[in-house]
């Protein structure tokens, strides 16, 4: 007997239809003998949904509100599941995440798990009941609802499958598998059958929205037996685990980000402590800062330039006007109309021909670079956003299609 975490995705809980699609396959896995815990993210498009009303009575309504009200969408996908499966003589029960408790940081939007009790779930697991738990939400100190970010809910199974050393975690989605790009964009992109937990985690970072960052995150540090697989489709996934079979001479897959802003500061002093000064002040703000480039500095004066979430740009420009006295600056630019694309695979910066080759395709497609950036295994370019979807398919064509 086996302990296993199921995810199931906002699609593959959609309706009616998919949900009892779901209960089908927790079903099966619960007759075989296992113990089974789910978790399950919002139906289709709820969360969107929800933003879309919230917007309507308040664009600039409090995060710990927003949590409060995006939170409602998995209680209703497990309350139904739990319907479904009762409706077919099986035992279960639906758990919200303050119930389990799932606790987590205070950071409304943006909460990080903590701790997760362990005694509710396995209470329930000793009567052998199915626990359907709600992905993408956790409870802060306060006993306040929290939200771990958009996609959180991989990141709830991975952090249940570690707290209950689960044998198995898998992440049912609407495709099948990790492809080498989003396979939506580039209908040739192709299917990994495995993939190390340092490259998913970059892919994952960079966009590749098919798993949580933070997830990955999870599941390598705990060595989470991870799989990314279909629930429309009874086949294999692709493995995610600490090493692959096959040793790489490609790179693992390509990723874009739309989701970024760029922010320059220019005509700051060019003393230490610049930069310091700079990035502690955001950082005290819950302000995540990705690619930084600092120019060099030019008689008294240098810039530096950073990308924001595009959710986080207004804040990070008012914020640091407010500190223009303190920082000395000149003036900040700001554009969000960029986007990155990056390049993911282990050995890739100790292989000097590969960044040119990525570099090769942009030029060939006669799309400009703006900002780069690497790190062991991955090099990402930042982009006017337009040109995104075209770099990604340019460059995913001169790695796999020229091989
Ligand atoms: P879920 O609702 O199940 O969490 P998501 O929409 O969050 O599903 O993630 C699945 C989607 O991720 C796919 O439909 C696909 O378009 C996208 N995706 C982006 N990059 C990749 C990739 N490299 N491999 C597979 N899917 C990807
Ligand atoms: N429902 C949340 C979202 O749409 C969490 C998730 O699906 O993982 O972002
Ligand atoms: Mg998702």
């Known amino acids: ?102 606790q987590s940081t205070s950071v409304h939007s943006d909460a990080r798990i903590k701790k997760i009790d362990s005694e509710r779930i396995r209470a329930e697991l000793d009567q052998h009941r199915i626990v359907i738990v709600t992905g993408f939400q956790g409870v802060d100190r306060n006993g306040d609802v929290t939200t771990l970010g958009r996609g959180g809910s991989d990141t709830s199974a991975v952090a249940l499958a570690a707290a209950f050393r689960a044998d198995l975690c898998q992440i049912y989605t609407d495709v099948d598998g990790v492809y080498t790009t989003d396979p939506r964009l580039v209908p040739n992109a192709r299917k990994l059958d495995e ?14 929205q098919v798993l949580h960052n933070r997830s990955v995150e999870l599941a390598k540090k705990f060595r989470v037996n991870l799989e990314v697989l279909s629930s429309l489709e009874r086949k294999p996934g692709t493995k995610v685990k600490e ?24 005509g700051l002093e060019h003393n230490p402590g610049v930069a310091f000064q700079v990035f502690d002040l955001l950082s005290k703000h819950n302000i995540n800062v990705d690619v930084i480039l600092q120019s060099i500095g030019r008689e008294d004066t240098k810039d530096i330039s950073f990308t924001v979430h595009k959710k986080d740009l207004e804040e990070t420009v008012q914020i640091l006007t407010d500190s223009k006295q ?51 295994i991955r090099v990402s370019v930042l982009l006017d956003e337009d040109d995104v979807n075209r770099a990604v398919k340019a460059i995913h064509a001169k790695f796999f299609d020229e091989a």
């Open 195 to 208: 993939i190390t937990y340092d490259e998913m985690l970059e892919l994952a970072s960079q966009g590749a």
């Open 326 to 376: 303190t920082l000395k600056f000149d003036h900040i630019a700001a554009d969000d109309h960029i986007g990155k694309v990056s390049i993911v695979g282990a050995g890739l910066m100790s292989n000097c021909g590969v960044a040119a080759k990525m570099f090769e395709a942009l030029y060939e497609a006669g799309i400009n670079i703006q900002m780069i950036n690497t790190s062991e």
């Open 243 to 266: 090493v692959t079979k096959v040793e790489k001479t490609n790179i693992a897959g390509v990723a874009k980000d739309t989701s970024v802003a760029r922010v320059a500061l220019v």
């Open 1 to 102: 007997m086996s302990l296993i975490v199921q995810k199931f995705g906002g699609s593959s809980v959609k309706d009616a239809k998919h949900i009892r699609n779901v209960a089908g396959i927790i079903a099966e896995t619960y007759l075989q003998g296992n113990d089974v815990i789910v978790v399950l993210s919002a139906q289709g498009d709820t969360t969107d949904d929800l933003i879309a009303k919230a917007e309507e009575i308040n664009p600039h309504a409090s995060k710990r509100e927003m949590d409060m009200l995006l939170s409602t969408g998995e209680q209703i996908s497990v309350a139904l599941c739990a319907m479904a499966l009762e409706g077919m003589g099986l035992p279960c029960v639906s758990l919200a995440a303050w119930q389990v408790s799932i």
